[in-house]
Each structure stands twice: as structure tokens, then as C-alpha cells.
């Protein structure tokens, strides 16, 4: 297996496990009265980025998308819309949610990029 491939396959295993343990480290942490909403993204860019020996933006905006799609995962699984908990009126009324809620889904999408770019030489 090449170079190339082997960071891309631990680059994607990191990610899996920091997606994993951000998502119960956030409902931890909001049954604990803490909002860690940046806590999934976060740790899918540091999982991606960690472990890998290149810098890869493909890999990094891969991360991105999955750090937004697991924070709106979240936030949905763990504070659905009153009017209906289904996942599709709750991503077709994304501006109704808090500025709060929305600037830490932004967040965690761009630590999740940073972190995920990896540590090699910049192009």
C-alpha cells in the first residue's frame, strides 16, 4: 500500500472515532448542562488530522461535510423542533435555529477542516 493511501485510510479511521466519541462526549456533556456542540467537529478533524504524515485538502473539506452532517445529527437527535421531530422539517427549518446553535455548527465544521489538513509541507 502506498503512501498516499495509507494516510487517506488512517486519515478516515480517525475521523470515525473522533465522530463516535464526539457525539457521545456531546450528549455527555449536555446532560452534564454543558452545550459542546463543537465537540463532534472537532474531534472528527483532530481523528483525521492526527495520524496521518501529509497535508490533504480533499481530506480535510471530506471531514468538514461530515463534521456539519454529524452536528446537525446531534443537535436534531438531541433537540428536535416541537411542531415535528423529523429530521427532514428540522434541516428545512435550519434559520430557526438559535445563533448559538448555528455558530457552533460553523465551528466545529472549521476546526474539523483545520485540524483534518494534516501536517505536512503547505502547497
Not at 452532517?69 to 436534531?76: I, M
Not at 438531541?78 to 448559538?100: C, E, K
Request: charged share 10%; hydrophobic share 55%.
Amino acid at each position: 500500500m502506498n503512501e498516499k493511501a495509507r494516510n487517506w485510510m488512517l486519515g478516515l479511521l480517525g475521523a470515525a472515532v473522533g465522530a463516535v466519541l464526539g457525539y457521545f462526549g456531546f450528549v455527555l456533556a449536555l446532560r452534564s448542562g454543558f452545550y459542546a456542540l463543537m465537540l463532534p467537529g472537532g474531534l472528527i478533524g483532530l481523528g483525521g488530522g492526527l495520524l496521518v504524515k501529509d497535508r490533504s485538502v480533499p481530506r480535510a473539506i471530506l471531514c468538514g461535510v461530515l463534521a456539519a452532517c454529524l452536528g446537525l445529527f446531534a443537535e436534531w437527535r438531541n433537540s428536535p423542533f416541537i411542531a415535528d421531530s423529523s429530521f427532514s422539517y428540522f434541516v428545512t427549518h435550519l434559520q430557526q435555529l438559535r445563533g448559538l446553535t448555528l455558530l457552533m455548527l460553523a465551528g466545529g465544521t472549521a476546526v474539523a477542516v483545520w485540524l483534518s489538513l494534516g501536517k505536512g509541507r503547505r502547497a
